[in-house]
């Protein structure tokens, strides 16, 4: 089996005698055939190929190949973003009358989608601590629960999800555990290693790392035994009537059927297709994803070293600190290292972070994390901006949180930044 490395450089595509090297961008919606037979077997499922791009494009496939195979996967898809990306994880596995359990400790996009217009669609979340014990997590559970969710690393919170306990108290209530690996990506973190069923992914981050595409990906381990569950799985072990009668199960067996009718519904409904361009973008990114990752990890282990030392911070969250809550979990399941982004708190409060922001030089303030440019958000000032102070205290993102993405540059000039700006502060 080929190491990570060699996978972000040729899995997913392998040209034949006179083919391309570089992933051709197959910028065409629709695929020609010599017989209308020819294209109704796949309308019917029947026969692979294809035939318009909101399901399938041959670009986004290899990309989406190359994803599956870092991650260990059985099947993959690449949808138009991470949103798209979680949004059908779960929707692929209920309906309206079904409910979800999922860490509270989400990326705040996610949390909207579940706890707000999910629920307008009639699926029902309760949200756990990340670190709620094993009682505390079954008690959360009802006999209309579907899937379990949630991050490998949290965004922004930066908590460590504990794989194992959740995949047990999942698998213990027959569900699937969906984990959004965006932040450590599959270079640092396999999910299914641990017990996790599916993975997506928000490539718009570390994957891309160019701040090129918005962009996001669904692996499937091929692990969970839909016919084992089911009568909570009716959409993929009873006939789809909108292709015939077939049993995603049965026809695509339990490493595709999740993923076929991801594609063969949800796409064909909802329309979040990637654009090839965007794929081939998100390629570029992935050949090098292993080499900007230890950089990423060097980097932000660095400032948060730097941070803690230094007598105007009054906090620093990094699960690479041996001072940090989840730094045990993080060994365990991400020993190479977690990702760039660092939060801390500048002693004065709400006015020293902003001090703090307006003295940087080479840090760009930027909505964006997990690039290649070191970026830098004050979240009191930008996406909870609506917020009072004590709602902010409550929801986990102080007035004084600074939100630090260390990119590839070298650490030494992104720590004389940060240094000159807070000393200013
Ligand atoms: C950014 C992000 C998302 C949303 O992805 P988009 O590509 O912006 O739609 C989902 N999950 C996590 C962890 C993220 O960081």
Redesign the pocket.
């Known amino acids: 089996m080929q190491q990570l490395g060699t996978k972000c450089v040729q899995a997913g595509y392998r040209p034949e005698n006179g083919e391309p090297r570089q992933v051709p961008i197959i910028q065409s919606t629709t695929f020609r055939y010599e017989s209308s037979a020819a294209m109704g077997k796949l309308f019917d499922l029947e026969a692979a190929g294809y035939f318009y791009t909101r399901l399938q494009n041959p670009t986004c496939d290899i990309v989406a190949a190359k994803i599956a195979a870092l991650e260990g996967g059985t099947a993959g898809m690449l949808t138009s973003?991470?949103?798209?990306a979680?949004f059908f994880s779960i929707f692929n596995l209920c309906s309206a009358g079904d409910h979800v359990v999922a860490s509270s400790a989400?990326?705040g996009?996610?949390y909207n989608l579940f706890a707000v217009t999910m629920k307008r669609m009639g699926i029902d979340f309760t949200f756990v601590r990340p670190d709620a014990t094993e009682d505390e997590l079954h008690a959360a559970f009802q006999p209309n629960t579907r899937a379990m969710f949630g991050?490998s690393i949290a965004?922004p919170a930066l908590d460590i999800l504990d794989f194992e306990l959740f995949a047990k108290v999942a698998h213990e209530h027959g569900v699937p555990l969906v984990v959004?690996n965006?932040?450590p990506t599959p270079v640092n973190c396999r999910p299914f290693e641990f017990g996790v069923d599916i993975v997506t992914h928000?490539?718009?981050?570390y994957m891309d790392g160019h701040g090129t595409q918005?962009?996001?990906a669904i692996v499937d381990s091929g692990n969970f035994d839909w016919f084992a569950h089911k009568d909570k799985y009716p959409g993929l072990t009873t006939p789809d009537e909108s292709y015939h009668g077939i049993v995603y199960a049965e026809k695509f067996g339990q490493g595709g059927a999740f993923i076929t009718k991801c594609v063969a519904q949800l796409m064909r409904d909802f329309g979040s297709s990637p654009a090839p361009q965007n794929a081939f973008l998100l390629n570029l990114g992935l050949e090098s994803l292993h080499l900007r990752m230890k950089r990423h990890c060097e980097n932000g282990q660095a400032m948060a070293e730097f941070l803690e030392s230094h007598d105007k911070v009054a906090w620093v969250n990094y699960p690479g600190l041996k001072s940090n809550k989840y730094y045990a979990l993080a060994q365990k399941y991400m020993p190479n290292g977690t990702c760039g982004v660092v939060s801390f708190g500048v002693k004065g409060g709400r006015e020293a972070a902003e001090r703090f922001m307006s003295g940087l030089k080479i840090a760009a303030i930027a909505t964006h994390?997990?690039d290649a440019r070191t970026c830098v958000l004050h979240p009191a000032n930008a996406t909870h901006r609506q917020l009072s102070d004590e709602e902010l205290v409550k929801c986990g993102v102080g007035p004084d949180l600074i939100r630090l993405s260390c990119g590839i540059e070298d650490a030494a000039d992104l720590i004389a930044d940060v240094d000159q700006a807070l000393a200013n502060v």
């Open positions: 973003s991470g949103q798209a979680n989400i990326y996009g996610t991050e965004n959004d965006t932040f928000s490539t718009t981050k918005v962009g996001g994390v997990a």
